[in-house]
Structures are given as C-alpha cells and as structure tokens.
C-alpha cells in the first residue's frame, strides 16, 4: 500500500467518552480531530475498522467524519498529563507514532454537538432519512455494537444534522467475523426507522453497495498503516474478500431485522416480491492495493 504524509497531533484539548478512549486533539493543519490511540482499551485493529469502514460509508453517501493518519509525539504525550489510558485501575501513557484521526463534525467555537436528541427534536434533523440507508453500512459490515450517532447545530441555526461515528465495532471488533444478529448495528429507538416503507427507502447507499466493485474496497484500504492490523495482509485480504461476497446478502440481513420482534419498519408497505433483486456480483477485478 502507498505510504501517506500524516497530520502532526499539536494539541491536546480533552478527552471523549467511549470504550476506546479517545481524545480531541488539535492538528498541524488546524483542525480537530478525534484520535484512537493504537492501546485504547478495546482492541488495536478498532483504527484499522474505524479507517476503513468510515472509508466505506462515505463510498455509500453516508455522513461520515473524514478519516486518516494523525502522528502523535513522545513529547507531547510526555508533556499532556492526560493523554493517558486507563485500564486494569492503572494509568498508561497513550502510545507515540501514527494514530487513526476521525475529523470532528463541528467547530468546537462555533456550533453544538450533542450525544443524544430527544424522540421530539427528531422531525429537525435535516438528514433523518440516512439512518435507514446507515443501516444497509452496519449490516454489510458487520457492526456489532449498537449504531452510534451525534447531531450537530451551528449556534444560530434550528436544526440538527446527524454524523454517523464511531464504526470501531465493524467487523466484529478485534475479531474480523460476522456474527449477523438480527439487532446488531442498528439504532436503539425505532423512529429513526419511521421512514422505511420499502427497498426505496434504502437508496442510494443500497444499490451502491451491491454494486461496489472489488478494487473500489482496497482502495478504502489503502494507505491504512499496516501496524493498525499486525502487518497481517492475508487477514486483511480474507476481510476484504468476505466483504466483497457479503454484498449480495445486505437484503437479507435486512430482511431478518425486519422480521424480528421489534417490528423497526411498521410503515413498510412494498409489497413483497415486487422489488427488483441484488443483482448478481460481477467477475471480481484484480486485486489492486
């Protein structure tokens, strides 16, 4: 894979919430970004997952932080007190050298974010209707967690727009599997779901999925640094291959959600078998990394 020129970390601001211990850093072009250090608590290939997934998702229109490279100091981590990971009751410092960046989804100066809308605020989200379509991502890749999202409002303005983050747990997390429970990597209140009434609902992020090619899933890969995954590049390749043949499953999964006792899609009312198939996976390109 090509190498590529990462960010430099020049400030610490604070640290996130979350299982992975991230902080929100400041970066030499500027910006800020959140950074999952390769000894968070949860498992080192969550930056290869959170690379290559959210590289993904943004291949299927979804809105999704930019990510990359960041290179974190020895002495910046040795000069910020609490650029630290807790675990065990005991505090380490975060690991020096390259760290996978997530670009925040707002300027901290100017615009709000918040972890949580309540069920009354959903009708001012401006994108609402991505969350079914993030739904044909989390079920094609596997996500194992719950579906995870923020809303963002500039201060003068009234409505929110959700960003999709966090996709650590794609893949099964350290495990590069796919367990496909049916409430796997889905939203944990149904109204985000209120727009579903057929296949339609999911597009464009569906057909783009069952269409993706094969090169187009290195290319998602590419410029990952291999130490995020051990340097593995069979396992690497056997996750892309998986990922590839899962495509023509995405309906599937879908469907098992559907039918589940949570009943997500009450307003469904395509009928069935009238909606066109996953059209059948094309002879798979060579391999280009």
């Known amino acids: 894979m090509t190498s590529i020129t990462p960010l430099q970390a020049v400030q610490h601001i604070r640290r996130m919430r979350g299982g992975a211990q991230s902080h929100l850093m400041r970066a030499s072009d500027g910006s800020y970004y959140i950074v999952k250090f390769q000894n968070n608590p949860q498992h080192l290939r969550v930056l290869a997952n959170e690379y290559l997934a959210t590289r993904i998702g943004l291949f299927l229109g979804l809105t999704m932080p930019q990510v990359g490279v960041i290179e974190v100091s020895d002495w910046l981590i040795a000069n910020t007190p609490e650029l630290?990971?807790?675990?065990?009751?005991?505090?380490?410092?975060c690991r020096s050298g390259l760290q996978l960046a997530s670009q925040y989804v707002a300027d901290p100066e100017q615009e709000w974010v918040f972890d949580y809308l309540p069920?009354?605020?959903?009708?001012?989200v401006v994108n609402a209707e991505e969350f079914c379509?993030?739904?044909?991502?989390?079920?094609?890749?596997?996500?194992?967690?719950g579906?995870?999202?923020?809303?963002?409002?500039?201060?003068?303005?009234?409505?929110?727009?959700?960003?999709?983050?966090?996709?650590?747990?794609c893949f099964n997390a350290g495990n590069w599997d796919f367990p496909d429970l049916a409430l796997h990597g889905?939203?944990?209140r149904n109204y985000v779901y209120q727009h579903v009434t057929g296949w339609h609902s999911f597009e464009p992020a569906l057909s783009r999925a069952e269409q993706?090619?094969?090169?187009?899933?290195?290319?998602?890969?590419?410029?990952?640094?291999?130490?995020?995954?051990?340097g593995d590049r069979n396992a690497l390749s056997r996750l892309i291959d998986t990922l590839y043949k899962r495509r023509s499953s995405i309906r599937e999964l879908i469907t098992k959600f559907r039918e589940s006792t949570r009943n997500p899609f009450p307003n469904w009312t395509e009928?069935?078998?009238?909606?066109a198939p996953a059209a059948s996976p094309p002879e798979r390109a060579e391999r280009r990394a």
């Open 84 to 93: 630290r990971i807790e675990t065990a009751g005991m505090a380490i410092p």
């Open 119 to 124: 069920e009354s605020m959903f009708q001012k």
């Open 133 to 145: 379509r993030c739904l044909v991502f989390d079920k094609w890749t596997g996500n194992a967690d």
């Open 147 to 169: 579906r995870q999202a923020v809303f963002s409002r500039p201060s003068r303005y009234v409505g929110y727009k959700a960003h999709f983050v966090d996709q650590g747990y």
């Open 186 to 188: 889905v939203f944990y």
């Open 212 to 230: 993706m090619e094969y090169g187009d899933l290195w290319r998602c890969a590419s410029q990952m640094p291999k130490d995020w995954y051990q």
């Open 271 to 275: 009928v069935p078998g009238i909606s």
